[in-house]
Nanobody, 129 residues
């Protein structure tokens, strides 16, 4: 079974940047999309960004649009989330997860995480200062 490992989290000040990586141990050919969720304490997990594994189209949560960029490297089975101009409200544990459905609109819809089975351990992003 494919395993996911997220990395790149850390403590930064507002306005700074971080690059998160999600490495899959095997090909994600069975999936249609992959992206990032985040979960702050006492809140529900929410979709942040998604990229189609079919055509590379992307979609972002409105609050991160123009600040975050998601890219994929199919050959390396890696997905990267570049986060710029970070804000305190971006503080959360970030998780990557693939979906069989290739619809990023669905991926970012509330509660979609409940239907995803494959998750990494998460990487903590703290924006403070």
């Amino acid at each position: 079974q494919v395993q996911l490992v997220e990395s790149g989290g850390g403590l930064v000040q507002p306005g700074e940047s971080l690059t998160l990586s999600c490495a899959a141990s095997g090909p994600l050919a069975d999936y249609g999309a992959i992206g990032w969720f985040r979960q702050a304490p006492w809140t529900e997990r929410e979709g942040v960004s998604c990229i189609s594994l079919n055509d590379g189209s992307t979609l972002y949560k409105e609050s991160v649009k123009d600040r975050f960029t998601i890219t994929r490297d199919n050959a390396k089975n890696t997905v990267v989330l570049q986060m710029n101009n970070l804000k305190p409200e971006d503080t959360a544990t970030y998780y990557c997860a693939p979906a069989f459905d290739d619809s990023c609109a669905w991926y970012l819809s509330p509660g979609s995480y409940k239907y995803l089975e494959l998750w990494g351990q998460g990487t903590l992003v703290t924006v403070s200062g």
